[in-house]
């Protein structure tokens, strides 16, 4: 069992940046993959970007591609989202994950981070 705890969230304008990060602790991680998901009001949770711990092998989905960053740091055992050049439509809680050898069904959520921003 992989312990998630998210931060970084809170209130930017369009345009701004916020950088998320997600505290791993309970497990070493080469085994994982590493993931940030988001919700926005009234829809379903989608998404966001990808890394393994092992590999560094990194994805993000279209709508962020070239805004955002997913990294990763070893020694400290945490995962990173930069987000560059935010809009509105970015808005929404931000919630990292923990696959164990990849696998949705091996899961582990964090409790999430609000992220705003206004126009």
């Known amino acids: 069992q992989v312990q998630l705890v998210e931060s970084g969230g809170g209130l930017v304008q369009a345009g701004g940046s916020l950088r998320l990060s997600c505290a791993a602790s309970g497990r070493t991680l080469n085994d994982y993959t590493m993931r940030w998901f988001r919700q926005a009001p009234g829809k379903e949770r989608e998404f966001v970007a990808a890394i393994t711990w092992a590999g560094g092998r990194t994805t993000v989905v279209d709508s962020v591609k070239g805004r955002f960053t997913i990294s990763r740091d070893n020694a400290k055992n945490t995962v990173s989202l930069q987000m560059n050049s935010l809009k509105p439509e970015d808005t929404a809680v931000y919630y990292c994950?923990?696959?164990?050898?990849?696998?949705?069904?091996?899961?582990?959520w964090g409790r999430g981070t609000q992220v705003t921003v206004s126009s």
């Open positions: 994950a923990a696959d164990h050898f990849g696998s949705s069904i091996l899961r582990n």
